[in-house]
């Protein structure tokens, strides 16, 4: 390859559209060198200690679409958490992410994350005495505890959402709302206190967006908006299944269902 | 926990829903059992065989957006592929995703898919004659050959994108139409012949449901995009860098670069 690329030109368009930066705004040209805003340095100079929990048959999306998001806060660590080291396997049964710490090593995180799973996995997950204690463990201390999809039937399991209001994957919300003492909330993500659940998969983006301007003010949170390119075109605007008829929701669920082991 | 919480109540929200189902729809309460929909049967039973390859320094939702929306395709299988096999890092150092396969055992497949990442990892890829070599081997047999983010820099360095019309990420645009024979073309996602590209990370959600469509047709896709509740709601509007100011431009690469090692 003959092309000079550099970091600079790579990501910033070209020399071009740098110029006319530097010009439009006086000392852009440095940019890389100078301070992030006032409110996006954090005391101490780090950040957010994210810690996401993994557990086999996790839907690949649900903790890979927060993890993105929220990685770009100034400072931020995310760490995949499982009870051992090592690969956890998805609901597909072909994808691998590694956690790359044991639940037994993790004693504080500023951020939980637990996403959600499949059938078998999401049951799996909620009888699981030792996750379930760590999660209640970890909660205590966190400035934020999140999850996606099913991962919220994960925290009522281990009590944390007892009264409160809360969202789950769209097929899961009358199981959650007739099992547990919680109002399910048919929306994208939920708030109740310093506990934030999100609908189904790719919810995590939009609640994670969220929590950055939660975390870091909302000029962080629309950078990081613009920083993963989030303007999306649904190509057949089917997501929402208060909208979808039932032949729909049948096929979703069975797509789903022979896609996982 | 006391709570029976069997395969079909969990995801299905509970009897009432599945017999309200069935009494709408005869047939649907054994739909567990039944034939798919004849036009999402594959001839020989097997699905799409989709590869996604891996290299240092990816950004995580690139590949595992499509890789959650693609899984879903009935039969299909989704492989991550890289170099060698074993874990590959992210480029915020602290993900890392299993490549399963090596290029080197992979001759042929359905769908290939390359992701992006920062600039150390694009530019490395972008000069890995290994992976180059690769990519134009398997894009002559694939049926599909698509690239989320900086991905279509390595496919445009391969040669693939020649005389195309092609979309990237949003900061690399001018990059892709300067330093190679590609029309840049700043949409969500570009198809020219069997070749898609998809703009900055969140749009391979985008273009693997549209993706889906062109496989198993366009009631599949809708079923996709509920399945994995795609039904977004960025907190912001910020995502379309046409319409961002300078300032908030500079702040989203600065907090990448910062986030990246």
Known sequence: M??????RTLLRGGVATAALTA?????TAHAHTEALPIETRRPGGTGPKIGILLFDGFSVLDPTGPADVLSRLPG???TMIAEQRGPVRTDTGDVRLVAEQSIAEVDRLDVLLVPGAGNRGTIAAMRNQ???DWIRRIHRHTRWTT????GSLVLASAGLLTGRRATTYWASGEYLSTHFDVTYV???????GKIITAAGVSAGID???YLASLIAGDTVGKAIELAVEYDPRPPFGTGDATKADPALKELALRLLAESQI
Do not use: K
């Open 23 to 27: 010009a439009a705004f006086p000392g």
């Open 147 to 150: 999850s996606v999809c099913t």
């Open 2 to 7: 003959t092309n000079r690329a550099t970091r």
């Open 76 to 78: 931020a660590t995310v």
């Open 186 to 192: 048919p929306e994208r993500y939920v708030r109740s």
């Open 207 to 209: 609640m994670s967006l």
């Open 130 to 132: 030792a996750l379930l």
